[in-house]
């Protein structure tokens, strides 16, 4: 039975106000993540960057690489990325979430699941203000009265060890990258995650995939990279094409989004605020002035909620 998707949280009151409306019943084998069984899931997506929220606050368990891509896995519980909440270390903040790509690898950001995980929560309990800690620092989320979603992403990194790039480059927003003259230089940025940016006359015509894999591994990054494609429309609106590190090419990518958006503001192409529109929608960037952080606003969507057990997974909602 398909699923229905396109279901907005709008904050307030129960899980999910969408979530009473899903009715199916779908089971997956969990054989090479156990340590999960009886764990509820909620499946969700930002712009079509498929997320899977783990709320694990009231019994915390590693989850391991092998356990991240069991459940990605084509049939189980296909994600780019697992939102995975713990316990707060700080009595301010909600959760200390750690992301986890769908190639089991380690994400220090990520923007559309923030917003997801920010819906989720501002669900629960009744809030439209809500904030997260995760390895890149802290994410304060509020819940615009439209049903979007806005995260302060933090300020951008911009030297060349923060990113990190494997040698010393004196200006981060034009890098020729060895191997790739032809895609002209790249503006490089951390958003607690790496990206580098290039401007290309149409967004459309790259073979993001063909690229995308081959830079995401390039000496250059030695942590890889998000690799993204930009087509400066006008001063205040981006085409965007994203390969993301560990989870390939995706509809939406936020990070990727506040990269652009820093580089297109520092390199002169746009303002500080403009509207990226990627394969899966729109996303709203302003790199505010008075403080440098980045904030990007857009939508979520829940898709269906479940619950894994060793040996199946069953629809909860
Ligand atoms: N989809 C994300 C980015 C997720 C992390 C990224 N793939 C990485 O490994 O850095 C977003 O919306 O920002």
Redesign the pocket.
């Known amino acids: 039975m398909p699923l229905p998707m396109g279901q907005h949280c709008d904050g307030r009151g129960g899980a999910c106000a969408a979530s009473r409306h899903i009715r199916s019943t779908v089971f997956w084998c969990l054989d090479a993540a156990p340590m999960l069984a009886h764990r509820p899931f909620v499946k969700m997506n930002?712009l079509g960057?498929e997320i899977l929220v783990l709320d694990l606050r009231h019994e915390p368990e590693d989850v391991p690489a092998a356990a991240a891509r069991a459940l990605a896995r084509p049939g189980v519980l296909p994600f780019?990325?697992a939102m995975v909440l713990y316990p707060p270390r700080r009595a301010d903040t909600a959760a200390f979430v750690r992301?986890l790509?769908s190639d089991g690898?380690e994400?220090g950001?990520?923007?559309?699941?923030t917003r997801c995980i920010a819906a989720y929560e501002a669900g629960r309990i009744g809030e439209r203000h809500v904030l997260f800690e995760s390895a890149a620092g802290l994410l304060d989320c509020v819940m615009q009265p439209d049903g979007q979603v806005t995260v302060d992403m933090g300020a951008p990194r911009l030297g060349w060890d923060a990113i990190p790039l494997a040698r010393p480059v004196a200006d981060t927003s034009a890098v020729q990258i060895e191997g790739f003259a032809s895609l002209g230089p790249a503006s490089m940025v951390s958003m607690g995650?790496?990206h580098a940016v290039f401007f290309v006359p149409d967004a459309n015509a790259v073979d993001v995939e063909a690229l995308g894999a081959t830079l995401e591994h390039h000496p250059l990054f030695p942590e890889r990279a998000?690799i993204s494609f930009a087509q400066v429309l006008s001063p205040d609106h981006i085409l965007l094409h994203v390969w993301?590190?560990?989870?390939g090419r995706?509809r939406?990518?936020?990070?990727?989004a506040c990269a652009t958006g820093v580089s297109t503001a520092r390199t002169g192409r746009t303002g500080r605020k403009v509207r990226v529109t990627l394969p899966g929608g729109d996303l709203v960037i302003d790199w505010r002035a008075s403080d440098g952080h980045v904030l990007m606003t857009g939508p979520v969507a829940l898709e269906f909620t479940g619950t894994l057990t060793s040996d199946m997974i069953t629809e909860a909602a």
């Open positions: 930002g960057n780019d990325q992301i790509n690898s994400s950001a990520c923007g559309n699941g995650n790496p998000n993301e590190r560990g989870a995706t939406a990518c936020g990070t990727a």
